[in-house]
Nanobody, 126 residues
Framework: QVQLVESGGGLVQAGGSLRLSCKPSQRTFSTTGMGWFRQAPGKEREFVAA????????????SYAHSVSGRFTISRDHPANTVYLQMDNLNPEDTAVYYC???????????????WGQGTQVTVSS
């Protein structure tokens, strides 16, 4: 069973930046969409960003939650088969466990994804 491995979480002050990475545990794993979600204590898991690409790795769509639009950027390194979430101008409300997920058509709905990572903690201090 393939696993998605997130990295890059940590503690940062408000206004700072972090970059999260997500890479499948198997090099042969192939998908055409990946997304990022987050879950704060006592809250439901919520959509952050998603990206879809075609068979040769060209991006065909990206989408963001309103709360992160303009601050977060999702991107992908096709040869490395790695998806990134660049998070800038972080604020304490961004504190959560961040999860990456993979599915054929990535969007804002949790049920669009077949594979999930274990999560990485992001903590933003004020």
């Amino acid at each position: 069973q393939v696993q998605l491995v997130e990295s890059g979480g940590g503690l940062v002050q408000a206004g700072g930046s972090l970059r999260l990475s997500c890479k499948p545990s198997q090099r042969t794993f192939s998908t055409t969409g990946m997304g990022w979600f987050r879950q704060a204590p006592g809250k439901e898991r919520e959509f952050v960003a998603a990206m879809n690409w075609n068979a040769i790795g060209w991006s065909v769509s990206t989408s963001y939650a309103h709360s992160v639009s303009g601050r977060f950027t999702i991107s992908r390194d096709h040869p490395a088969n790695t998806v990134y979430l660049q998070m800038d101008n972080l604020n304490p409300e961004d504190t959560a466990v961040y999860y990456c997920a993979a599915g054929r058509l990535a969007g804002a709905a949790i049920d669009q994804y077949d594979y999930w990572g274990q999560g990485t903690q992001v903590t933003v201090s004020s």
